[in-house]
Nanobody, 112 residues
Framework: QVQLKESGGGTVQVGGSLRLSCAAS????????MAWYRQAPGKQRESVAL???????SYADSVKGRFTISRDNAKNTVYLQMNSLKPEDTGVYYC??????WGQGTQVTVSS
């Protein structure tokens, strides 16, 4: 069993940066992928970024070029570096690992 806990959220000005962390209680090395999702008020939860067991990454078009997902297997931690933040990036960010592992989320608010 893997338990995930997100941290690093907060309030940032438009154009600012945040780095989210997802700490796992167990090893993430055997999970096929780790991913970040987000959910804005009144909207569906959407996939933001994904990193596979082999290290390949993919991003939603809305964040491509601004967000970077990475992981440190030795620390069992996944990161999401978010740069050039926009108001539409506001929401609760969730860490997700296969199979069906979810954290509780961390709030990100981008204000002007």
């Amino acid at each position: 069993q893997v338990q995930l806990k997100e941290s690093g959220g907060g309030t940032v000005q438009v154009g600012g940066s945040l780095r989210l962390s997802c700490a796992a209680s167990g090893s993430i090395t055997n999970l096929n992928y780790m991913a970040w999702y987000r959910q804005a008020p009144g909207k569906q939860r959407e996939s933001v970024a994904l990193i596979s067991i082999g290290g390949s990454t993919s991003y939603a078009d809305s964040v491509k070029g601004r967000f970077t997902i990475s992981r440190d297997n030795a620390k069992n931690t996944v990161y999401l570096q978010m740069n050039s933040l926009k108001p539409e990036d506001t929401g609760v960010y969730y860490c997700h690992g296969s199979l069906a592992y979810w954290g509780q989320g961390t709030q990100v608010t981008v204000s002007s």
